[in-house]
């Protein structure tokens, strides 16, 4: 099993900044994939950044050139950061990682983090 604890969620104004994280209970080595998805009320839940590959990280068209993805290895956290927010942006951003049982490749979710661009 692996535990994902998000935090750093919350409301800012459009144009501003976020970070939220993302710590695994196992290392993150023993992952396959790392990254974060969203969902917004009615839509649903979309990539927005991940770490596959190891370094190789893929984006979500709408955020290329305003979020970022990064890792400390030594922490077991990923962070997303966002800039220039806008108020598409606002969803419930959810951690993911991956990582193989035997041979079957098994997802695992945070439980989410709230995140609203709002004048």
């Known amino acids: 099993q692996v535990q994902l604890v998000e935090s750093g969620g919350g409301l800012v104004q459009p144009g501003g900044s976020l970070r939220v994280s993302c710590a695994a209970s196992v290392s993150i080595f023993s992952l396959n994939a790392m990254g974060w998805y969203r969902q917004a009320p009615g839509d649903q839940r979309e990539l927005v950044a991940v770490?596959?590959?190891?370094?190789?990280?893929n984006y979500a068209d709408s955020v290329k050139g305003r979020f970022t993805i990064s890792r400390d290895n030594a922490k077991n956290t990923v962070y997303l950061q966002m800039n220039s927010l806008k108020a598409e942006d606002t969803a419930v951003y959810y951690c993911?990682?991956?990582?193989?049982?035997?041979?079957?490749?098994?997802?695992?979710w945070g439980q989410g983090t709230q995140v609203t661009v709002s004048s």
């Open positions: 993911n990682v991956k990582r193989y049982q035997g041979l079957a490749l098994i997802d695992y």
């Open positions: 770490f596959s590959s190891g370094s190789k990280t």
